[in-house]
């Protein structure tokens, strides 16, 4: 950021299209950027698609500083909270404070994902693949309910096992919807036995 405040973009000379990564900084959106610089919105993507240089100052430079003001605004909202004011049949009768939980969430995810995500990932050994026994083990740990553990783990056996064999490969779920109907149930995917 230069001294007076103003981003530079020393690989971009052209005025307009400084204007542009300006504004896309502080907006995130080519749309409203491209309204601000006074630039027509195709020939700013044209410049995305053509030009390395602004392309470059884009990514790198005025996207990362657009998502840290987006971020802040989302901390704002999320820590300090925002006045809204509270309305009776129509009548103003006071101000409350409120706070975002679900921009709290998400704040603690990207700052904390290895605590707060949702997915886990399970490897083998030296992250390699896993052994149908890891999966086992897994199912049991996640799954609690022993009855729907044991029927994920009966149906992982089985695709084990067709694997192992070479034989067809069917899904490893096939009596939810969208499944082949191959499984014991010889249904046809979506609950409906299959008539010959």
Known sequence: MAENGEIEWPDVSEPKKRALLAAYAQTCNMTHAAKAASVPYRTACRWKANDELFRRALLEEATPQAADLLEGEALRRAVKGVRRDVFHQGDKIGEQMVYSDTLLIFLLKAARPAKFRERYEISGPGGGPLRIEAIRASAK????????????????????????????????????????????????????????
């Open 141 to 196: 740990a996640i799954m609690g309910d022993a009855d729907s553990c044991e029927v994920a783990v009966q149906l992982l056996d089985r695709q084990a096992s067709l694997a192992e064999q070479g034989g067809e490969q069917t899904p490893a779920f096939p009596m939810l919807p969208g499944g082949n109907g191959k499984g014991k149930d010889k249904g046809n995917g979506n609950g409906q036995e299959q008539v010959k």
